[in-house]
Structures are given as structure tokens and as C-alpha cells.
């Protein structure tokens, strides 16, 4: 559609779970940030359309996220607040940082990049005491295709990868359609990084 309506450029919004994917949801964002990027092979179609990718955690109190469910378990005078696993830990973004980060992204796109900011992390129950504090916390166990730490960027893509101060942007491995691609203002990544959660804990 945005080629048949000459959409100059193109950002998915993709998640921390499309990294290493572990259950469905996962799968179908990887798939589609894969889709996004192999677009850009449909240039000779429009030379002007290019695809990239954004990939975030969390929003804090974005809808089905944990702070407005816990809310209402407050508002009905629940006893105690569930975790799955009090080792857990999640990226976190606020909402006005994801706009600015995808208008930012747009701006800098070439087509065919995962743009990843550098977003705070947390354990999810030090998240619960700041936020429900003098709650009882019952740990409930880890549900089906739930990871016990999220990752953004995997070792496999740390050769296509480069820090580029507040973000990190993965590189296509793959960009036939773009020979002659910009410079990328940042540096390239160690062979064996990983951008994963539990590390900040180690």
C-alpha cells in the first residue's frame, strides 16, 4: 500500500520479543520485521519507498501493560499483587520517548535498519514495591513462552551491529537494493554483544 502511494518511508514498530523469539507473539514480530526489511527489495517498483524497523520494550502504562493492571487490582482492594518470578526483569519506555524515538529514526532511515534506543531495565519486583508499595507479593511462577530476561539484540546480529550513542542500529545483512549505502555515524559492536536485561544484574 505504501508503494502503490508513493509513502516515502515506512517504520515498524517492533518489540524486545522478536529478538530470540519464545512463543508466538515473538515469532510473528521477528517475521515481520524480516518482511519489513526484505521490502526494500520492491525498489524497482519505488525507488523513493524505504523500510526500517524500530524495536523498544515496554511502554509504562501503555494498554495490557503490568502498571494499569496492577492499578486495578488496587482500585478492588486486592490482598496481594502476582508476579510470575521475582528474578524477572523487563525493558522499560515511556510513551513520549517511543514518538520521539521513531520520529528520529525516520529522519536518520536509509531503509532496511533495526533502530534499538538505550532504555533503562529493572527487575519486575523492585518495579511493583515503587509503584504499589506495602503490597503483599505473591510469586505465581513463570507462564508458558515467557522469558525470564529479554533481549533487544542478539550475538548473531552484534556483526551487523553499531552504537551509535543513545541507540544501537543493526545493519541489514543483506541490502542489495542499496549499494552505496550511508556511512553509519557510530561504532561497530564487540563480535560476542548482546544487548540482554540480566547482564545489568551480573
Given at each position: 500500500?505504501?508503494i502503490?502511494n508513493?509513502?516515502?518511508?515506512?517504520?515498524a514498530?517492533?518489540?524486545?520479543?522478536?529478538?530470540?523469539?519464545a512463543?508466538?507473539?515473538?515469532?510473528?514480530?521477528?517475521c515481520?520485521?524480516?518482511?519489513f526489511?526484505?521490502?526494500?527489495?520492491?525498489?524497482?517498483?519505488?525507488?523513493?519507498?524505504?523500510?526500517?524497523?524500530?524495536?523498544?520494550?515496554?511502554?509504562?502504562?501503555?494498554?495490557?501493560?503490568?502498571?494499569?493492571?496492577?492499578?486495578?487490582?488496587?482500585?478492588?482492594?486486592?490482598?496481594?499483587?502476582?508476579?510470575?518470578?521475582?528474578?524477572?526483569?523487563r525493558?522499560?519506555?515511556?510513551?513520549?520517548?517511543?514518538?520521539?524515538?521513531?520520529?528520529?529514526?525516520?529522519?536518520?532511515?536509509?531503509?532496511?535498519e533495526i533502530?534499538?534506543?538505550?532504555?533503562?531495565?529493572?527487575?519486575?519486583?523492585?518495579?511493583?514495591?515503587?509503584?504499589?508499595?506495602?503490597?503483599?507479593?505473591?510469586?505465581?511462577?513463570?507462564?508458558?513462552?515467557?522469558?525470564?530476561?529479554?533481549?533487544?539484540i542478539?550475538?548473531?546480529?552484534?556483526?551487523?551491529?553499531?552504537?551509535?550513542?543513545?541507540?544501537?542500529?543493526?545493519?541489514?545483512?543483506?541490502?542489495?537494493?542499496?549499494?552505496e549505502?550511508?556511512?553509519?555515524?557510530?561504532?561497530?559492536?564487540?563480535?560476542?554483544?548482546?544487548?540482554?536485561?540480566?547482564?545489568?544484574?551480573?
Open positions: 500500500a505504501c502503490e508513493n509513502v516515502k518511508k515506512i517504520i514498530l517492533s518489540t524486545d520479543k522478536a529478538a530470540n523469539p512463543n508466538l507473539y515473538g515469532a510473528t514480530k521477528l515481520s520485521d524480516k518482511l526489511i526484505n521490502a526494500n527489495y520492491l525498489l524497482s517498483r519505488s525507488e523513493d519507498t524505504k523500510f526500517s524497523v524500530v524495536r523498544y520494550g515496554n511502554v509504562v502504562g501503555s494498554r495490557g501493560s503490568v502498571l494499569p493492571y496492577f492499578k486495578s487490582l488496587i482500585e478492588k482492594n486486592a490482598k496481594s499483587l502476582p508476579i510470575t518470578d521475582e528474578r524477572m526483569t525493558f522499560w519506555i515511556e510513551l513520549e520517548q517511543c514518538v520521539e524515538f521513531v520520529l528520529s529514526s525516520l529522519d536518520d532511515m536509509s531503509g532496511g533502530y534499538v534506543p538505550k532504555i533503562p531495565s529493572m527487575k519486575i519486583i523492585d518495579f511493583i514495591t515503587n509503584v504499589c508499595p506495602n503490597k503483599k507479593i505473591v510469586e505465581i511462577g513463570i507462564r508458558p513462552g515467557e522469558k525470564l530476561h529479554e533481549i533487544m542478539t550475538k548473531d546480529d552484534a556483526r551487523y551491529t553499531y552504537d551509535c550513542n543513545d541507540k544501537y542500529i543493526i545493519e541489514p545483512s543483506i541490502h542489495g537494493w542499496d549499494e549505502r550511508k556511512e553509519i555515524d557510530g561504532t561497530k559492536v564487540k563480535e560476542n554483544f548482546e544487548y540482554v536485561v540480566h547482564l545489568i544484574f551480573i
